[in-house]
Protein backbone atom coordinates (compact mmCIF):
# COMPACT_ATOMS: atom_id res chain seq x y z
CA UNK A 1 0.00 0.00 0.00
CA UNK A 2 0.99 3.43 -0.59
CA UNK A 3 0.47 6.35 2.26
CA UNK A 4 -0.90 9.35 -0.07
CA UNK A 5 -3.47 11.36 2.32
CA UNK A 6 -3.23 11.64 5.97
CA UNK A 7 -6.33 13.84 7.45
CA UNK A 8 -10.15 14.18 8.24
CA UNK A 9 -12.50 12.44 4.96
CA UNK A 10 -15.88 14.44 4.58
CA UNK A 11 -17.21 11.97 1.95
CA UNK A 12 -16.19 9.45 -0.79
CA UNK A 13 -17.39 8.73 -4.08
CA UNK A 14 -15.80 5.44 -5.69
CA UNK A 15 -15.92 4.53 -9.08
CA UNK A 16 -14.87 1.76 -11.28
CA UNK A 17 -11.11 3.09 -11.85
CA UNK A 18 -11.16 5.92 -9.01
CA UNK A 19 -11.97 6.74 -5.82
CA UNK A 20 -13.16 10.64 -5.04
CA UNK A 21 -12.38 11.55 -1.46
CA UNK A 22 -14.21 15.03 -0.06
CA UNK A 23 -11.28 16.11 2.65
CA UNK A 24 -12.06 18.33 5.58
CA UNK A 25 -9.67 21.08 6.48
CA UNK A 26 -8.29 20.77 10.00
CA UNK A 27 -10.17 24.30 10.38
CA UNK A 28 -13.13 22.44 10.68
CA UNK A 29 -12.33 20.90 14.21
CA UNK A 30 -12.56 25.01 15.32
CA UNK A 31 -16.62 23.97 14.45
CA UNK A 32 -17.02 21.55 17.87
CA UNK A 33 -19.25 23.00 20.29
CA UNK A 34 -17.14 23.07 23.59
CA UNK A 35 -18.75 24.15 26.95
CA UNK A 36 -16.90 27.50 27.81
CA UNK A 37 -15.77 26.58 30.97
CA UNK A 38 -14.55 22.96 31.67
CA UNK A 39 -15.91 21.31 35.33
CA UNK A 40 -12.69 20.41 36.64
CA UNK A 41 -11.75 20.21 40.12
CA UNK A 42 -8.97 22.53 39.13
CA UNK A 43 -8.32 26.37 38.77
CA UNK A 44 -9.09 27.36 34.55
CA UNK A 45 -7.35 30.68 35.32
CA UNK A 46 -3.81 31.20 34.79
CA UNK A 47 -1.31 32.26 37.33
CA UNK A 48 -1.09 35.82 37.61
CA UNK A 49 -3.36 36.29 35.03
CA UNK A 50 -6.35 38.84 35.32
CA UNK A 51 -8.46 36.30 35.65
CA UNK A 52 -6.77 35.28 38.73
CA UNK A 53 -5.87 38.47 40.36
CA UNK A 54 -2.66 38.31 41.97
CA UNK A 55 0.61 40.60 40.81
CA UNK A 56 3.78 38.26 40.02
CA UNK A 57 5.88 41.16 40.86
CA UNK A 58 4.06 41.70 44.21
CA UNK A 59 4.47 38.04 44.99
CA UNK A 60 8.30 38.06 43.92
CA UNK A 61 11.20 37.89 46.21
CA UNK A 62 15.08 38.19 45.94
CA UNK A 63 17.47 35.81 47.07
CA UNK A 64 21.05 34.86 47.37
CA UNK A 65 22.21 31.29 47.03
CA UNK A 66 23.82 29.36 49.35
CA UNK A 67 26.84 26.92 49.58
CA UNK A 68 26.55 23.52 48.03
CA UNK A 69 24.49 24.52 45.18
CA UNK A 70 24.21 22.06 41.78
CA UNK A 71 22.80 22.62 38.56
CA UNK A 72 19.62 21.17 39.45
CA UNK A 73 19.33 22.06 43.38
CA UNK A 74 20.18 25.47 44.94
CA UNK A 75 20.29 26.25 48.55
CA UNK A 76 18.94 29.59 49.78
CA UNK A 77 18.79 32.39 52.25
CA UNK A 78 15.13 32.27 52.18
CA UNK A 79 12.89 31.19 55.01
CA UNK A 80 8.98 30.77 53.63
CA UNK A 81 7.33 27.47 54.22
CA UNK A 82 8.30 24.48 52.73
CA UNK A 83 6.59 23.92 49.77
CA UNK A 84 5.87 27.65 49.46
CA UNK A 85 7.44 28.14 46.12
CA UNK A 86 7.04 24.96 44.09
CA UNK A 87 5.67 25.36 41.13
CA UNK A 88 7.04 29.05 40.96
CA UNK A 89 9.89 30.08 38.59
CA UNK A 90 13.50 30.91 39.75
CA UNK A 91 15.90 33.50 37.83
CA UNK A 92 19.12 34.68 38.57
CA UNK A 93 20.17 38.40 38.11
CA UNK A 94 23.58 37.72 38.78
CA UNK A 95 26.26 35.61 38.17
CA UNK A 96 27.33 32.59 36.03
CA UNK A 97 23.67 31.79 35.82
CA UNK A 98 22.72 35.47 35.20
CA UNK A 99 19.49 35.29 32.90
CA UNK A 100 18.63 31.94 33.55
CA UNK A 101 15.22 30.94 34.66
CA UNK A 102 13.94 27.84 35.99
CA UNK A 103 10.98 26.09 36.95
CA UNK A 104 10.90 25.02 40.70
CA UNK A 105 9.75 21.37 41.13
CA UNK A 106 10.35 22.00 44.72
CA UNK A 107 11.05 23.98 47.65
CA UNK A 108 11.98 22.71 51.41
CA UNK A 109 14.33 24.15 54.10
CA UNK A 110 15.32 26.99 52.18
CA UNK A 111 16.56 25.31 49.39
CA UNK A 112 14.98 25.17 45.25
CA UNK A 113 14.96 21.95 43.69
CA UNK A 114 15.03 22.73 39.77
CA UNK A 115 12.82 20.45 37.23
CA UNK A 116 15.47 21.37 34.51
CA UNK A 117 19.13 21.94 35.23
CA UNK A 118 21.37 25.51 35.02
CA UNK A 119 24.16 25.95 32.56
CA UNK A 120 26.04 26.05 35.32
CA UNK A 121 26.50 26.00 38.56
CA UNK A 122 25.70 29.04 40.76
CA UNK A 123 28.26 30.34 43.25
CA UNK A 124 27.49 31.53 46.93
CA UNK A 125 25.93 34.98 46.89
CA UNK A 126 24.80 34.41 43.63
CA UNK A 127 21.41 36.88 43.41
CA UNK A 128 18.15 35.59 42.25
CA UNK A 129 14.24 36.25 41.81
CA UNK A 130 11.85 33.75 42.42
CA UNK A 131 8.02 34.14 42.62
CA UNK A 132 5.68 30.86 44.24
CA UNK A 133 3.78 28.83 41.97
CA UNK A 134 -0.03 27.28 42.09
CA UNK A 135 -1.16 23.74 42.29
CA UNK A 136 -4.79 25.36 41.36
CA UNK A 137 -6.50 23.59 44.17
CA UNK A 138 -8.76 25.53 46.68
CA UNK A 139 -6.20 25.05 49.27
CA UNK A 140 -3.72 26.56 47.44
CA UNK A 141 -6.07 29.58 46.23
CA UNK A 142 -6.75 29.62 50.28
CA UNK A 143 -2.76 30.04 50.93
CA UNK A 144 -2.62 32.89 48.71
CA UNK A 145 -5.53 34.63 50.24
CA UNK A 146 -7.09 34.44 46.82
CA UNK A 147 -10.24 31.90 47.39
CA UNK A 148 -12.62 34.22 46.08
CA UNK A 149 -11.22 34.03 42.65
CA UNK A 150 -10.69 30.22 42.42
CA UNK A 151 -12.36 29.02 39.05
CA UNK A 152 -12.68 25.88 40.01
CA UNK A 153 -14.79 23.19 41.05
CA UNK A 154 -13.29 21.19 43.92
CA UNK A 155 -16.46 19.08 44.45
CA UNK A 156 -17.23 17.28 41.44
CA UNK A 157 -17.30 13.85 41.27
CA UNK A 158 -14.93 11.70 39.51
CA UNK A 159 -16.28 10.11 36.04
CA UNK A 160 -15.43 7.00 38.00
CA UNK A 161 -18.28 7.52 40.32
CA UNK A 162 -21.24 8.85 38.44
CA UNK A 163 -23.29 6.55 36.98
Given at each position: ?13 P ?11 E?E ?6 P ?11 F ?32 E ?15 V ?13 G ?9 A ?9 VY??C ?10 G ?18
Open positions: SVWFFEGAVAGVDASTRVKLTVKSLRLNAQMRYLYQPGCGHACSAGCGLSRSALQVTGTTGSGASSTSVPSNRAADGYFTLGVLAFTSGCAGARRAVKAYASRFELALPLPVPAQGDAFTPGARTLDACKALNANRFRGYPFVPPPETAR
